[in-house]
């Protein structure tokens, strides 16, 4: 699986877009996207994900490049309870070892 | 359906004793996963079932480590003979196989060896 480059921190004002970039130069035709996010103490939570085009559903929106060498999560609204590190992956679907591979990720603090 | 379930949430076990975490997954998920979680980092993969027959167990840390899933339904993670470096949180993620989704992760066991 490609790997990714992620910010370590944002900070964001609550009820603000926060707009989390992610790069995966190395990206091939057949890999996904994936977000996840894990907040404190609990264990990661799927977001989002998507192939090329921009996806979006209840929690986020998923811009990912005309080359697809980086994606942008965009949560439109943050609020405190969006503060969290947040995981960007890309994978193949389907592959035989159908692991996550999750790098440091980037840890986003939502402020009042 | 009540999510991912593991217990326990916390262990705390002396050097050298064996441990046995349970995670008992999303119903109708064939596929189960476990990862561990050292502080600051992010989750690490450790094996992976397909109903009861484990694909991939290679990136078990080492030979102390071992995983069942023995009628395709709730898992067992052991380690054996724990060291001070186990300490980690020790995460279970369940899938269906044809979902395009993403995995439900449980909420994990800490584990504290002293």
């Known amino acids: 699986d490609a790997k990714t480059t992620q910010p370590t921190s944002m900070d964001c004002a609550e009820g603000r877009a926060a707009n989390l970039p992610c790069n995966h130069s190395?990206?091939?035709?057949?890999?996904?996207v994936y977000w996840y996010r894990q907040i404190h103490s609990q264990g990661p939570q799927y977001i989002i994900h998507?192939?090329?085009n921009n996806e979006t559903n209840e929690m986020a929106s998923l811009i990912i490049t005309e080359d697809r060498k980086s994606s942008t999560l965009i949560l439109p609204h943050a609020t405190l309870r969006d503060t969290a590190v947040y995981y960007c992956?890309?994978?193949?679907?389907?592959?035989?070892?159908?692991?996550?591979?999750f790098g440091g990720g980037t840890r986003l603090m939502v402020k009042p | 359906d009540t999510g991912v379930s593991q217990n326990p949430r916390h262990k705390i076990t002396k050097r050298g004793q064996n441990v046995t975490f349970r995670c008992d997954p999303i119903s109708e998920h064939n596929r189960l996963y476990w990862y561990r979680q050292t502080l600051g980092q992010g989750p690490e993969f450790l094996t992976y079932f397909q109903n009861e027959a484990q694909l991939e167990k290679s990136r078990l840390l080492s030979d102390r480590f071992s995983a069942e899933r023995p009628k395709g339904s709730f898992s067992t993670l052991e380690i054996q003979r724990t060291e001070q470096g186990d300490s980690a949180m020790y995460l279970c993620?369940?899938?269906?196989?044809?979902?395009?989704?993403?995995?439900?992760f449980g909420s994990g066991t800490r584990l504290t060896v002293v």
């Open positions: 998507g192939l090329k």
């Open positions: 992956i890309v994978r193949v679907e389907g592959n035989a070892g159908n692991m996550l591979t």
């Open positions: 993620a369940s899938s269906f196989t044809l979902a395009n989704y993403g995995y439900t």
């Open positions: 190395t990206i091939s035709g057949n890999e996904y």
